[in-house]
């Protein structure tokens, strides 16, 4: 308890450092978020005011100077969303936790298209390695079930990261290229170009460190070995306008990354080695028609990895393919329809399971109603049937009006539905597979209001969510027959509050700030009788950032960034008694640092990113190590 005050006084002191005296003296014309347009909330872009739904944006601006990150990191930053391992050895796995929700209740989209891992085991979450930042243009997040839109695993919410398409010129070069702490090395290249009939974005990035021991050295004298990480990425986007109506877009993107990896919390290995690749290629189309448009999706995902430890040689294999066309229509001033159907097969490519290579469909028809500012009045009405090859059916809706008072005030409010699909491992896996599982069920509540003053320079939001979820999968092992399974059984409830507030008061100055709760409990009914529990493991009801970006000069630029991360809860699997333990995780503050500095023009800058510079000693899973104070510089260039 001492700890965690001691952070929160530490956390009050470096919120008044950040904050600049002069944060609201100048009242300088600033870009106005009332006309942003995003896609996310409704899969058409949309003018963001319009949807009730919490959309957090991650513009291009904030990405071009996360040239020090990693996608994880960065996404760490946002209100309600811990990305567990963000900032232990870069090799390590990473976890999303949205609103408490576990990993595998966010979906991952990119481009519009649903990622999916096959390989994966668990629940089978989206590995955001797999993702280089710099072929990254733009994120949306959006908070709340959404699986009448995305259908299966959207619980929680979606991530939508949109890739780097074009330039603005006919041919145009950037690349940047930087060098920090623990050896790493972060480059990446692109060729962009832009015509009135066609465009394209080619790009390389390339990521490697030599770490540091993944496990922790509870002794301090064991000498662990370094763990590096070394990543290479190729994406190639092609824009094609083929006349006034009609447009394609297709994409190839390969990614590989290998790592080394430690045995487990306080264990070391020198042996243990994973390599995954994956190979995403697809198309989009869209046919614009009068006040309207066709949109065609496609894409695959061929995912492989391979571990290499003590125990042999591990290889997994997944593939999956989407296929999606939706109309969006205007009906009228104030009324709007989209209507779609979409087709998933997932493979996995495993002769060990209890069904060889198991594989398995999810076709989904569904339609949404929208009213757009009728009197105040904006609201979403949407239903989505879903077919699966291996459970039968499920039904899922959303109902999300928001009313404006002044135009300054909008209340909203969204109750919603949603699904998660068992995945191939959970149905057909050899330790513990049960194909007669069922899916997750979620009924979801969010409420809230939010203040944009007439100029855009103020937005503060208010936002609680409530979400309930039935037949809870999870590993199951009976003491009596000596078996375990993954079953369908218990309950989990979860929920939350969020403030956020962003600030503008002039061109140079930004001041963004969140404070997030969350509490979550399981009823467990796996026993001889129910039993009710806090089992938000690793995700902490109390957190808090500050970001303060302020340019100084024409040519001068800087950002500082703080997160404060309260007590959270952890399981250690004690390899010396085979006992699983309960553990705390003591409370946290980072305080990093960017500095930008424009040499020539927009075409050449120099940067850096310094992080932990309290050089806070931490957790983020029990056991093992996470970065100290650590550094990365280097330069940007745009031709």
């Known amino acids: 308890m001492k700890e965690e005050k001691k952070v929160w006084a530490i956390t009050l002191i470096a919120f008044w450092w950040l904050a600049p005296n002069q944060m609201f003296a100048q009242q300088d014309t600033t870009s106005s978020p009332l006309q942003e347009v995003v896609v996310t909330a409704n899969k058409f872009p949309k003018n ?4 009730a739904k919490v959309l957090t944006i991650i513009d291009e601006e904030q990405l071009a100077r996360s040239s020090g990150k990693d996608l994880a990191q960065l996404l760490q930053e946002q209100a309600g969303l811990i990305i567990n391992g963000a900032n232990s050895n870069p090799g390590k796995d990473k976890s999303v936790f949205l609103q408490g929700a576990k990993s595998d209740y966010t ?6 298209i649903p990622l999916n891992d096959p390989s994966a085991l668990g629940g089978g979450a989206y590995d955001l390695r797999l993702i280089p930042i710099d072929q990254v243009e733009r994120i949306e997040i959006l908070k709340g079930s959404q699986s009448t839109l995305y259908g299966s695993d959207a619980i929680a919410g979606v991530i939508n990261i949109f ?7 006919t041919i145009g070069f950037a690349g940047n290229l930087g060098y920090g702490s623990y050896n790493s090395i972060r480059g990446a290249v692109s060729i962009t170009g832009n015509t009135k009939e066609f465009n394209y974005n080619i790009g390389y990035s390339r990521f490697q460190t030599d770490g540091f021991s993944e496990a922790k050295d509870s002794t301090g004298t064991a000498n662990f070995d370094k763990d590096g990480f070394d990543q290479s990425a190729l994406q190639i986007n092609l824009g094609i306008q083929a006349n006034q109506s009609l447009s394609f877009r297709p994409y190839f993107r390969y990614n590989m990354f290998n ?9 070391d290995s020198k042996k243990n080695y994973n390599t995954s690749k994956l190979i995403n290629g697809g198309l989009a189309a869209t046919y614009t028609l009068n006040h309207g448009a066709i949109n065609f999706l496609y894409g695959i995902d061929h995912t492989d990895r391979t ?15 989407q296929a999606e066309v939706y109309w969006n229509q205007d009906l009228g001033k104030h009324l709007q329809l989209l209507a779609g159907v979409s087709s998933q097969e997932i493979n996995m490519l495993d002769t060990t399971t209890t069904e060889k290579d198991p ?3 999810l076709t989904s028809p569904y339609a949404s109603f929208f009213v757009r500012s009728w009197h105040g009045i904006s609201a979403e009405v949407g239903g989505r049937y879903n077919h699966h090859s291996k459970f039968g ?7 999300n009006p928001a009313f404006w008072i002044n135009k300054q005030v909008k209340l909203f409010t969204n109750l919603s539905s949603g699904f998660k699909s068992p995945n191939l491992n959970q149905l057909y896996g050899s330790y513990g597979g049960n194909a007669d599982l069922k899916p997750e069920k979620s009924q979801s509540l969010e409420g809230g209001v939010q203040l944009i003053n007439k100029n855009g320079k103020i937005d503060l939001r208010v936002t609680g969510f409530q979400r309930n979820i039935e037949d809870v999968i999870f590993y199951s092992y009976d003491p009596v027959t000596f078996i375990s399974k993954y079953v369908n059984l218990n ?11 962003n600030a503008r008061p002039n061109a140079s100055l930004t001041f963004r700030t969140f404070y997030a709760f969350v509490d979550g409990q399981v009823t467990d009914k796996s026993g001889p009788k129910d039993s009710t529990y806090n089992n938000l493991f690793r995700r902490p009801k109390h957190s808090l950032g500050v970001n303060v970006s302020y340019k100084v000069t024409p040519k001068l630029f800087i950002s500082a960034n703080l997160k404060t991360i309260g007590n959270r809860s952890d399981l250690y699997f004690n390899l010396s008694t085979f006992d699983t333990e309960n553990v705390v995780l003591e409370p946290y503050t980072l305080i990093d640092l960017y500095v930008e500095y424009t040499i020539w023009k927009d075409n050449l800058k120099v940067w850096l990113d310094a992080k932990n510079l309290l050089n806070q000693n931490y957790a983020e899973v029990y056991g093992y190590n996470t970065q100290q104070v650590n550094f990365m510089a280097g330069l940007n260039i745009r031709l």
């Open 48 to 51: 963001v005011v319009e949807t």
């Open 107 to 112: 979906l991952v989209l990119l481009d519009g």
């Open 163 to 169: 890739t780097k398409k074009s330039g603005d010129k």
């Open 259 to 267: 790592g080394a990896y430690d045995a487990g919390g306080f264990t």
């Open 307 to 321: 571990f290499d430890s003590d125990f042999g040689l591990s290889n997994f294999k997944g593939r999956f393919n």
């Open 359 to 361: 594989a398995m469909t």
């Open 393 to 399: 059916d499920v039904f899922t809706y959303s109902l």
């Open 491 to 501: 309950k989990q409830s979860d929920h939350g509050l969020e403030v956020e507030l």
